[in-house]
């Protein structure tokens, strides 16, 4: 219970410190707002303050469809969606067409080759 009144406490500052705009597309946040963690937790992340960006859920999400298996920095990405909308992409349909990541456990052994 404490950690969901912390992580609330800590979007909410991001959201705050960033001028109420997405960490990733930098455009103004309106309703569905989540926190991302710039080193996640499953890598040793901590929830504080300076680990914790305000994102909306659709970038965060799409960023992680995106690339499944290692997700760019969050400004890397950021930069992505200026040059694919500059280009004319829709990341968006992008997004939702492409495959989940399947785990498929170690990789098969090449000795044969």
């Given at each position: 219970m404490w950690v969901n009144f912390r992580i609330q406490y800590l979007r909410r500052?991001?959201?705050r410190d960033q001028g109420g705009l997405?960490?990733?597309?930098l455009r103004p946040m309106h309703g569905d707002v989540t926190a991302e963690h710039l080193l996640a937790r499953r890598d040793g992340g901590k929830d504080t303050r300076e680990n914790i960006v305000a994102t909306h859920r659709l970038c965060n999400s799409r960023r992680h469809q995106l690339f499944p298996f290692e997700a760019p920095e969050p400004m890397a990405y950021g930069i992505l969606l200026l040059l694919a909308e500059l280009a004319g992409f829709?990341?968006?349909d992008l997004a939702q067409t492409r495959p989940r990541r399947i785990s498929t456990g170690p990789m098969p052994s090449l000795a044969f080759l």
């Open positions: 500052a991001a959201c997405c960490y990733y597309c829709d990341l968006e």
